[in-house]
């Protein structure tokens, strides 16, 4: 079996959001994000009520700009650094992906870069729509595309999968 697909940034700046609305770790640094920016909403609503000193005023613009950062650019801004280095390392702006899955292992290559996983590392397989995860033991993931099979199909893969795990 094999997966193969082309990454470009555009696909690589989509992973971003998937990322952070999947990640428990996210989840986290989203909700304490959206906490500081009500802070801030509210501390500004209460000054411009009852007026206070500059450092209030500061206060408020502060935590409503960390809040705005972290929810909207920050996670942009990590994706494109990530994406620029993957393009300086391949020498090129969009490289193919392929995932083999063979009787021993599963090897990844990504433009030259070759990886070799054992089937008994994942510990998960979740379907969202075209999008197939296979979550690994060590807060890795292996991204395949349900229609970018070459060679056989996601219902193949995952049989072979499902029984090379319980070995």
Known sequence: ??????????????WAKEYDLHSKVNKRGMVLSCLLALLGVGLLVNLLINGGEWLYWYFAFLFIGLAVFRLFVARRLA????YQMYSATYGVSEWLRTTEFTDEDIVLTDHTSVSHLRYERIEAIKENGNVVMLHLNDNM?????IDAFVEGTWAECKDII??????
């Open 141 to 145: 993931a292996i991204r395949l595309y």
């Open 162 to 167: 499902l029984a090379k795990m319980r070995k």
């Open 1 to 14: 079996m094999k997966n193969q697909y082309k990454v470009t940034k555009d696909l690589m700046m989509s």
């Open 79 to 82: 994706w494109s650094k990530r």
